[in-house]
């Protein structure tokens, strides 16, 4: 057995642990265990670094949680220590699903290839399925060269793009891993991305990523992967319609027709063409709350200083972070930050020409001059519902749309995104210039109240100078508002049944990840997609 200890502290004179806990810092924090539990270091057998953060509250600290192994006295010494302190930790196995008996008509098809898509198929591919993986954008090298063009030329290819591509959105974000859901495949999900490629730390850091850099060469690995165990993919294979036919669907994907009985929709929360073609092939649809907001961003050192004091630039610490919430008071929303990159750029996130929409982004080492976070407020159905004809599903890809061309059309045109000193938004004025910002079209000083709703803007402006008292420096003269934040998540949900994860409308259809609007994020969307993968296990029998 093991006993897990919670709360123990390493001054940052200490070395800090690289990727692979070095055998040094393994001995310290052995005698940190060793001390807690009131025994010889040389008791503690096996030790493992479970959870790793910085508190910064006062002088800079890591917190650790360790599980050790100690043999028999395990249990009598945990009796003694209090229970937010320790406990014995118990075994947690995940159940194998096991394959079913109903036929299977074709492959499985996996139509996506961001997370949710991915690891639905490695999961069935782990099991013998085969899996057929149709993406619409691009493998990861020609994306980034796609991207690339863009950036110098202002020529967006609506297939490959920030938002389409190997690794879905994601990938030109920050490789984000944290989540707030609590599923023992979590930890599988993480060992797979380190047998990829991914730092090691992401195993035990609080605040886990991979950074876009990295995730590069992990997906080309992921997808090897999936190939090696019989998966294959066709990329630029963007699914044009679905017919259902018995218990299978039929499959159009540029220009090939497929047929299968469990076709995985994994189509990510900017898909808005597939949307329109689901709903016309009577696929149930659903309205969906979601957020809007604008994208902060600061000079890092202010972050760094804000969290660390005089600490800030020490290297054990590197960039700072933080995470923002006002729950709203006297008719005003909450607003939270989300997407919080550190030492990263804001990022042009659209897959349609004449659209405007940021995102943020920062590569492994998180190094850059700058810091970013979304800013939004929650939207829901009842605030877009004019924006389309009564009843329509997909008004919430409306209200997007309004904001998205107003704010490209304020932008100048060609990508350059709207932006306005802190400072300048909170009293409305428009006349004081942006200065330098990490945007790569540049940026144009306008009203951002033109580009987001009313209530976005009176709640923003009233959460700024609270999120300025909590980090000093978040409102003040450095600080740029560049938008608009459109999409955070999905405005749709693909309604499925609880248990079977099925379509409801259509039984041989799994909708998963963000763009189903089951998920939020990388973690949470490969979860999703393991679970309806070991759905579809358990229904068909392996096709061998």
Known sequence: MTIRLYNVFADISEERP?????????????????ERLGIDAAEVKNLRVVRRAVDARHRPRFVYTL?????????????YLPLHSARVLAQEEIPKPAPG???????????????????????????????????????????????????????????????????????????KLTTLIDDPRIAGVLAVLVECGAPEEIIFDAKPHVGTDRLRDVLVNLRKKIEALGGEFRFGARVEKIIPTGNALKVSAAGEKYESG?????????????????RDAGVTLEPRAFQIGLRIEHPQEIINTAQYGKWSGHPALGAADYRLVWKGTDGFRPV??????????????????GRLCTNGMSNCARDGRFANSALVVPVSPEDFASFSTPGDPLSGIRFQEHWERAAFGLGGGDYGAPAQKARDFLSGSVGGGVGETSYRFGVVPADLSMIIPDFATRSIRRALPVFGKALKGFDEADAVLIGPETRVSSPVRIVREDGARRAVSTPALYPAGEGAGYASGIMSSAVDGILSAEAIITRFACPG
Request: glycine share 10%; proline share 7%.
């Open 18 to 34: 690289p990727a692979r806990v070095s055998p040094q810092h393994e001995r310290v924090l052995a005698a940190k265990a060793a």
């Open 262 to 278: 469990a076709v995985l929709l994994a189509i990510g929360h900017s898909a808005r063409d597939t949307y329109m073609m689901l």
């Open 67 to 79: 599980d050790v192994d100690l043999g028999e006295r395990e249990r009598a010494l945990c009796e």
């Open 336 to 353: 939270y930050t989300f997407c919080m990159c550190p030492g990263g750029e804001v990022m042009a996130a659209t897959a349609q020409p």
């Open 101 to 175: 008996s109903e036929p299977l008509a074709g492959r499985p098809l996996a139509v996506g290839a961001g997370p949710a898509g991915l690891f639905a198929a490695l999961t069935l591919a782990q099991y013998g399925y085969r899996p057929l993986v149709l993406e619409r954008g691009r493998p990861v090298a020609q994306r980034v060269e796609d991207i690339a063009r863009f950036h110098a030329e202002r020529t967006l290819d609506p297939e490959s793009n920030c938002l389409f591509g190997e690794g879905g959105a994601g990938t030109f974000s920050d490789g």
